[in-house]
T-cell receptor
Framework: KAGVTQTPRYLIKTRGQQVTLSCSPI?????VSWYQQTPGQGLQFLFE???????NKGNFPGRFSGRQFSNSRSEMNVSTLELGDSALYLC??????????????FGEGSRLTVL | GDSVTQMEGPVTLSEEAFLTINCTYT??????LFWYVQYPGEGLQLLLK?????DKGSNKGFEATYRKETTSFHLEKGSVQVSDSAVYFC?????????FGAGTTVTVRA
């Protein structure tokens, strides 16, 4: 069974550009979450989608957006990139409809460097 | 909101040493508690979990007991190996997301 797949794995952008990251969840998983990981701030929640609906959003500026498609694949977009957006972006999927008792399966992440 | 606080590292140990990483939680009610591990260059993976008070989660020689009296979920391993070198995160569910601790970097030397 394939795991969570994130693309691209590495990318370099310059300030002001925008970026789109993609996540394919484990087959059958309908919940997809995104997290930003940095050395200074640790793991911070970005958003969670279930059946194409955003159910929760973290405390990030509007430059960060996401969506989920009918096949549960998800994308996140960051516009007008800033140096501080350099991070590892992790996607996670879950089989159950809620996180409470479920297990999150993480991808290996997309490492974004902003120059 | 509900949150976890974990001991920050880094922690450096020799092989076969005893490892403990402290984690305490603040929550209304008794949420499930998790330990996740991140090996170098990889994403996170669930190490163990406990769903109610006094539950003990265990996996790969690691154990953690959900103690509501002390609001704690400390991670322990009796004899670590070099392959246990990783970052360990305590977490709890909170409104469709997991709230993670800051992470503890563990390095085990041969």
């Amino acid at each position: 069974k394939a795991g969570v797949t994130q693309t691209p794995r590495y990318l370099i952008k310059t300030r002001g550009q925008q970026v789109t990251l993609s996540c394919s969840p484990i087959s059958g998983h309908r919940s997809v979450s995104w997290y930003q990981q940095t050395p200074g701030q640790g793991l911070q929640f970005l958003f969670e989608y279930f059946s194409e609906t955003q159910r929760n959003k973290g405390n990030f500026p509007g430059r960060f957006s996401g969506r989920q498609f009918s096949n549960s694949r998800s994308e996140m977009n960051v516009s007008t990139l800033e140096l501080g957006d350099s991070a590892l972006y992790l996607c996670a999927s879950s089989l159950v409809g809620t996180i409470v008792a479920g297990e999150l399966f993480f991808g290996e992440g997309s490492r974004l460097t902003v120059l | 909101g509900d949150s976890v606080t974990q001991m920050e590292g880094p922690v450096t140990l020799s092989e076969e040493a005893f490892l403990t990483i402290n984690c305490t939680y603040t929550a209304t009610g008794y949420p499930s508690l998790f330990w996740y591990v991140q090996y170098p260059g990889e994403g996170l993976q669930l190490l163990l979990k406990a769903t109610k008070a006094d539950d003990k989660g265990s996996n790969k020689g690691f154990e953690a007991t959900y103690r509501k009296e002390t609001t704690s979920f400390h991670l322990e391993k009796g004899s670590v190996q070099v392959s246990d070198s990783a970052v360990y995160f305590c977490a709890l569910p909170n409104d469709y997301k997991l709230s993670f601790g800051a992470g503890t970097t563990v390095t085990v030397r041969a």
